[in-house]
């Protein structure tokens, strides 16, 4: 018994220093950060629009939503496996360039994503650049070292590939 309250202190012990550690790198890092990642979809950029500016009906196709209310014709909020996020349409530009913002001041996070859309020989080159800030230190330590900022602009874009590829 005694053994075990020793292992059960000691893993409990490190886990703390290793959660102190993170946040102390964390808080000496750029609380801001810029991400892109592309992908090339055989679709034109009228095609690749209709998919991603129906936001509404975005749970049907990303696996990391349960759900999204369109709450206005410039807003809606996500609902996912780490809560709800609102955000806000702050330019639309049809087949081009679509940029969202959350809305949200109380999650740790916040930022912007732009969707590009240019048209190219083999189709649509889909852009995504995420302009965040995370604010908690132990979340950015995560978000940079093991996540990584483009982890759901990547998982976003495998989504859209497959389900522009099932519409085909």
Same mark, same amino acid.
């Given at each position: 018994?005694?053994?075990?309250?020793? &292992?059960?202190?000691? !893993?409990?012990? *490190?886990? $703390? /220093?290793?959660?102190?550690?993170?946040?102390?790198? #964390?808080?000496?890092?750029?609380?801001?950060?810029?991400?892109?990642?592309?992908?090339?979809?055989?679709?034109?950029?009228?095609?690749?629009?209709?998919?991603?500016?129906?936001?509404?009906?975005?749970?049907?196709?990303?696996?990391?939503?349960?759900?999204?209310?369109?709450?206005?014709?410039?807003?809606?909020?996500?609902?996912?496996?780490?809560?709800?996020?609102?955000?806000? &349409?702050?330019?639309? !530009?049809?087949? *081009?360039? $679509? /940029?969202?913002?959350?809305?949200?001041?109380?999650? #740790?996070?916040?930022?912007?994503?732009?969707?590009?859309?240019?048209?190219?020989?083999?189709?649509?080159?889909?852009?995504?650049?995420?302009?965040?800030?995370?604010?908690?230190?132990?979340?950015?330590?995560?978000?940079?070292?093991?996540?990584?900022?483009?982890?759901?602009?990547?998982?976003?874009?495998?989504?859209?590939?497959?389900?522009?590829?099932?519409?085909?």
């Amino acid at each position: 018994m005694k053994l075990a309250l020793i &292992i059960i202190g000691s !893993v409990v012990g *490190i886990l $703390i /220093v290793l959660a102190v550690t993170a946040t102390i790198i #964390g808080s000496r890092m750029a609380a801001d950060h810029i991400a892109s990642k592309s992908l090339t979809v055989k679709r034109p950029p009228a095609d690749v629009y209709a998919v991603v500016r129906n936001f509404g009906h975005a749970a049907e196709w990303r696996s990391d939503l349960k759900r999204v209310e369109v709450l206005a014709a410039d807003r809606f909020r996500e609902h996912g496996s780490y809560g709800a996020v609102t955000y806000q &349409i702050v330019e639309d !530009v049809p087949n *081009i360039r $679509i /940029v969202t913002k959350i809305v949200d001041v109380d999650l #740790g996070y916040s930022g912007s994503w732009e969707y590009a859309l240019n048209g190219s020989d083999d189709g649509t080159v889909v852009t995504i650049t995420e302009r965040g800030v995370v604010s908690n230190p132990l979340f950015r330590f995560m978000s940079r070292y093991l996540f990584g900022h483009t982890a759901t602009i990547n998982a976003y874009l495998r989504s859209l590939d497959a389900r522009l590829q099932a519409k085909l």
